[in-house]
């Protein structure tokens, strides 16, 4: 199966400074999804992104299918952005489902 | 537009017994899967439902099954507990039968503690 590894696995940021995750993944993909886990466990999306650039807010993300890799920036980052980012994927395959894959997440502390 | 709900949001069971957690998907959406995310991990992907039938199913035992109903809200079962099936359960919902371009949406989750 597809294989997701993102890094850092861990960031210790002060406020108002930027970020970049990285998500690496093994195979061509038809999705890829950046996800938001708050304390509470709740998944927020943040972008469906299978390729290209998109913006929202202070966040943005960039996925160069080519070369099987996403970037999720973070700009003037504050204490809430504070969490677990996750970079999930799935290849479409014979009608057989849109299951998700997740990467081992980088876990994001700002401090104020 | 109520997003994806989950029940209960808590559960603290014991070994060897059975345990039942619910789901209902985003308006308008007819495909539920389930995710199990142990501490520290990200989530991993159990089974999906469409149609009222498991389409794709991951690499959890036939201990865990589920069914979905014809509202389309769904159930995740899990027999036999064991200790190691502790973990957040996270309910996930698409459109269009979860076509290779749809977005999932994930619900709160439901937290089980197995003693």
């Known amino acids: 199966g597809i294989q997701v590894e993102q890094s850092p696995p861990d960031l210790i940021l002060q406020e108002g400074a930027n970020s970049t995750l990285r998500c690496n993944f093994s195979d061509s993909v038809n999705n890829l999804q950046w996800f938001h886990q708050n304390p509470w466990g709740q998944l927020i999306n943040l972008f469906y992104i299978p390729s290209g650039t998109k913006q929202n807010g202070r966040l943005s993300a960039t996925t160069v299918a080519t070369e099987r890799y996403s970037l999720l920036y973070i700009s003037s980052s504050q204490t809430t952005d504070s969490g677990v980012y996750f970079c999930?994927?799935?290849?479409?395959?014979?009608?057989?489902?849109?299951?998700?894959?997740f990467g081992g997440g980088t876990r994001l502390m700002v401090k104020p | 537009d109520a997003g994806v709900t989950q029940s209960p949001t808590h559960l603290i069971k014991t070994r060897g017994q059975q345990v039942t957690l619910r789901c209902s998907p985003k308006?308008?959406?007819?495909?539920v899967s389930w995710y199990q995310q142990a501490l520290g991990q990200g989530p991993q992907f159990i089974f999906q439902?469409?149609?009222?039938?498991?389409?794709q199913r991951g690499n959890f035992p036939d201990r865990f099954s589920g069914h979905q109903f014809p509202n389309y809200s769904s159930e995740l079962n899990v027999n036999a507990l064991l200790l190691g099936d502790s973990a957040l359960y996270l309910c996930?919902?698409?459109?269009?039968?979860?076509?290779?371009?749809?977005?999932?949406?994930f619900g709160p989750g439901t937290r089980l503690t197995v003693l």
């Open positions: 308006s308008g959406h007819d495909t």
């Open positions: 996930a919902s698409s459109s269009a039968g979860g076509g290779r371009t749809d977005t999932q949406y």
């Open positions: 999930a994927v799935f290849f479409w395959w014979n009608n057989a489902g849109n299951m998700l894959t």
């Open positions: 439902y469409y149609e009222e039938e498991e389409r």
